[in-house]
């Protein structure tokens, strides 16, 4: 034990006395004389369980009254209607604060001891959605503190304290682009959004990154000392809807030197011999004629995530509130553009994807699907393979296969970069808590074999804080540079694929998906009833591992593309999505008599999308 802590103490004193340009060799002194403070009456930490929880898009709205009207206009803040107590589904209104409380019981009750690490992709203030009662910024810090103080209560290591000294797990907030005031816009820090999330945020920064965070609203979290480091990516940098900031080019750009904090941070994580997640709010979402992020953003990401394949386990996003995925294809990455520092091609305005209608979030996800059914399919002998969960066998070609099927295979696997599909990076996004659908939990499986007794981030927090010196991101170090395109070095000619390629410790797995149905709890306890019986019931949606129509073997990119390349399968560009909400049961009944033979996994992605809400049928012509 005393070993492994020294040797968790040197590590963690190599990150943090690293100045972020710094050289390799440079943070190699080893700090033999750290003594971690681990007192014998400090309890010993759990292990670790393998699971961690993916939350997003709380959006408290504490003007929401229960019995006013969801219209557009009113927001369930004015009028009558059937604004429920636990929220509105399938419209455009927030969450009342019911919602987020009964949210964070049932985390309390279900999760709080199953997990090891929050992930919280943002947006935990209303959005600025009537006019009547528009946003303030004591607002947006308001709703912020609220939902900060749910994560302290819920997650503090000693429930009879209070206020919160100490969290059970470390928790990872993110900036949503409804954090912040005007929403959308986020200028370079430090500024008055950098400094009030700063403190709400307090106990979920480390210390050793609170510089870091107040100079851009980025950081990053050792949630497992010495193994895995989860990445808060301010996205609103990269966000083309931020017109304060302009894209990831420029020197002076704050997006571009984010991509450099990234670039030198993954490369010290490597050298480390650990891994690690990256999230943010907005997602690198582009296909079809949209893309949520400025274009050399989207380029500078999609070659780092390339050169550091090796690193990077998996990358997390929320803001969309549907259900669904990417892939980033690094073949559409145009180095020689980046180089010459050319200005970013501009793309369609309304890249805004909130507040976007069904129909147009049915478009994007036909475009997402045009796109897969592009890509490379594997012939039947890689599907084979990769629908097996032992990777001993990937890429060889076992027994003896007639030559054209060889050939077959080894011109596919040539097309996706190998047989890990290399070629790719994937980002997943959760839906939300605010019930645009249903509200949703994501929780997320990952590969702990080796390391269930790893030294735990508590352990860590235990230890002098003063020993863990101040790493701070020293952005005048970027101002003495010119802007230009360092290409982040590759993983090592020998090095064996990373976890988000093949299955090994700290791959994920599966997630397990929640969702609470409000519009059933609503009729099962009228309005008029006790408030106790509005009890919000969290259950199953569906695991990627088992469901009977994904059973994704994990989560590695080969086993996502895979996914993507069958609901791909017989895109038709230009698909018609009806997607009338109002359709009536008649329209519905001729709809099923009409029905074509689908394909399954793309119905279902569909059908996720939405949090199960719209009946596939409202979806027309999807062959
Ligand atoms: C977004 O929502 C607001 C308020 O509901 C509405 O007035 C506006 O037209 C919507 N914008 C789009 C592009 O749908
Ligand atoms: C939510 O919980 C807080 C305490 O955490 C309480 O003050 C508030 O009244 C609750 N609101 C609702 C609507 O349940
Ligand atoms: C985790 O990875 C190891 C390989 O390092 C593998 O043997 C094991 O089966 C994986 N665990 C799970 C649950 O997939
Ligand atoms: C939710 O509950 C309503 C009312 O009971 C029901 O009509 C609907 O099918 C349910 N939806 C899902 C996805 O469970």
Not at 44 to 51: D, E, H, V, W, Y
Not at 69 to 92: I, K, M, R, V
Not at 156 to 181: C, K, Y
Request: glycine share 6%; hydrophobic share 30%; proline share 6%.
């Amino acid at each position: 034990m005393r070993s492994a802590l020294s040797l968790l103490a040197l590590a963690t004193a190599v990150t943090t006395t690293a100045s972020p340009l710094a050289g390799p060799q440079q943070h190699q002194q080893p700090l033999l004389e750290l003594e971690p403070q681990l007192g014998a009456e400090k309890k010993p930490s759990r292990a670790l369980t393998g699971k961690f929880l993916h939350v997003t898009d709380l959006h408290l709205d504490r003007f929401y009254k229960p019995g006013s009207s969801t219209d557009g206009d009113e927001a369930c803040h004015h009028g009558n209607g059937n604004a429920g107590y636990l929220g509105s589904a399938g419209n455009d209104c927030d969450s009342p604060e019911s919602l987020i409380n009964e949210t964070f019981d049932w985390i309390e009750k279900n999760l709080k001891d199953e997990i090891d690490f929050v992930v919280w992709t943002g947006d935990s203030a209303r959005h600025d959605n009537d006019e009547r009662i528009p946003r303030t910024e004591n607002q947006v810090e308001e709703f912020n503190a609220v939902v900060a103080k749910h994560f302290e209560r819920v997650f503090r290591s000693d429930p009879n304290q209070d206020p919160v000294a100490a969290l059970s797990i470390p928790i990872v907030p993110n900036i949503g682009n409804n954090d912040v005031m005007p929403h959308n816009i986020f200028e370079k820090g430090p500024n008055r959004w950098t400094e009030i999330l700063s403190n709400l945020w307090n106990h979920f920064i480390p210390e050793e990154q609170r510089h870091t965070f107040m100079q851009g609203g980025w950081f990053n979290s050792e949630v497992i000392p010495n193994k895995l480091s989860v990445f808060s990516l301010n996205t609103l940098y990269f966000f083309d809807s931020n017109n304060a900031v302009d894209g990831c080019a420029q020197k002076s750009e704050p997006g571009y030197q984010q991509m450099e904090w990234l670039r030198v941070q993954l490369q010290i994580i490597r050298e480390r011999g650990m891994k690690a997640i990256l999230m943010g709010h907005v997602p690198p979402a582009r296909s079809g004629d949209k893309q949520a992020w400025d274009e050399s953003c989207w380029q500078k990401y999609t070659l780092w995530l390339r050169q550091y394949r090796d690193v990077v386990v998996g990358s997390l996003y929320g803001h969309m509130n549907i259900d669904h995925f990417m892939l980033q294809d690094s073949e559409d990455v145009d180095i020689d553009n980046l180089l010459l520092d050319l200005p970013s091609p501009r793309f369609i305005e309304d890249s805004d994807y909130e507040n976007f209608t069904v129909q147009s979030k049915a478009s994007y996800l036909t475009s997402l699907r045009d796109q897969w059914g592009s890509f490379p399919s594997p012939p039947g002998s890689v599907k084979d393979e990769w629908s097996t969960t032992d990777t001993s066998v990937i890429g060889t070609a076992k027994g003896k296969k007639r030559g054209g099927k060889k050939k077959r295979k080894r011109e596919f696997f040539k097309k996706i970069h190998g047989p890990y599909a290399e070629r790719f990076s994937i980002s997943m996004v959760s839906p939300s808590v605010v019930p645009n659908y249903y509200p949703t939990l994501r929780v997320m499986e990952y590969n702990i074999t080796g390391i269930e007794n790893t030294p735990t981030w508590v352990d860590v927090q235990n230890m002098d804080t003063n020993e863990r010196k101040s790493n701070f991101w020293d952005e005048r170090e970027i101002e003495l540079q010119k802007s230009k395109l360092r290409v982040p070095a590759g993983p090592g000619k020998n090095a064996p694929p990373g976890p988000a390629y093949s299955n090994q410790p700290l791959t994920l797995l599966n997630y397990a998906q929640y969702y609470a149905n409000i519009t059933e709890s609503e009729q099962s306890s009228p309005p008029s009833s006790s408030l106790s019986s509005h009890r919000i019931h969290y259950e199953l949606e569906y695991r990627t591992q088992d469901d009977g129509v994904y059973d994704l073997p994990d989560l590695t990119v080969r086993s996502l593309f895979q996914l993507a390349t069958q609901i791909g399968a017989g895109a038709t560009n230009g698909a018609n999505i009806q997607t009338d909400e109002l359709t009536s049961d008649s329209d519905i009944d001729r709809k099923k008599k009409k029905k074509k033979k689908k394909n399954k996994a793309w119905r279902t992605f569909l059908e996720r999308a939405f949090v199960g809400l719209l009946d596939d049928d409202k979806f027309e012509d999807i062959a």
